[in-house]
């Protein structure tokens, strides 16, 4: 996974700089420099990451590159602030989920969670057939009132939980996948690629159904 090292020109001090910060070690300056994610943020290649030490990083260096320290420097340096501290916020956002991480993990890679995985997992298949239908005739009855309807709120509210509760296992298995991967250092890649893909395919499938039930008890609690 590791590319060679490109050079970037300090916009401040004209000194060359091998793309591996976002900040100048010369003179402070911030870098349009294109990094992968984790060296934007001055951290190893490695799946698992400690969220303290995330948000450390990510607001240490926003404070040095922020656009607001350089409003009164040249053009080419507050261009490179704006850059710098934009690809900082995208590292930030994308790193601090384990979804969005392992799914930049699969782009860094050279993989795509979309291939071959076209369809909902098979073991997942029931459980959002039978939430489709539970939505169906929760929008049915949405501005009913009685027992049926009471009734049909409260066996959405149930498969909510369920839903969450399943979002959590599937985290868990995320979380296990990392540690492997950082474990291994790339050996033995395949199967780790496999378990990744099917694990973040489940999770889209059940954050995306999630979000339909909640927004479904939401109207209804509105209406």
């Known amino acids: 996974m590791a590319g060679a090292v490109s050079m970037v020109q300090c916009p401040s001090c004209g000194q060359a700089r091998e793309a591996r910060l976002l900040v100048c070690a010369e003179c402070g300056a911030p870098l349009a420099a294109n990094l992968d994610y984790f060296a934007a943020l001055g951290l190893p290649r490695k799946l698992q990451i400690d969220p303290a030490k995330l948000e450390e990083m990510y607001h240490g260096l926003g404070r040095r590159i922020h656009p607001d320290r350089f409003a009164a420097s040249p053009i080419k340096v507050r261009d490179a602030s ?90 868990a298995e995320l979380s296990e996948n990392f540690a492997r991967w950082d474990a291994t250092d790339g050996h033995d890649s395949e199967p780790l690629f496999t378990e990744l893909k099917t694990t973040l395919s489940k999770m889209a499938y059940l954050r995306t159904l999630l979000r339909d039930v909640e927004k479904e008890l939401d109207t209804v609690r509105a209406a």
């Open 82 to 171: 704006m850059r710098a501290t934009a690809l900082l916020t995208r590292a930030y956002r994308t790193l601090r989920d384990p979804v969005s991480r392992g799914l930049y993990w699969l782009e860094l890679n050279g993989r795509k969670l979309a291939e071959n995985n076209q369809q909902v997992p098979a073991d997942l298949a029931a459980m959002v057939f039978e939430v489709q239908e539970q939505l169906a005739e929760l929008r049915e009855v949405r501005a009913a009132d009685g027992a049926a309807a009471a009734t049909m709120r409260a066996e959405v509210t149930s498969q909510r939980d369920q839903l969450r509760d399943a979002i959590d296992r599937l985290e």
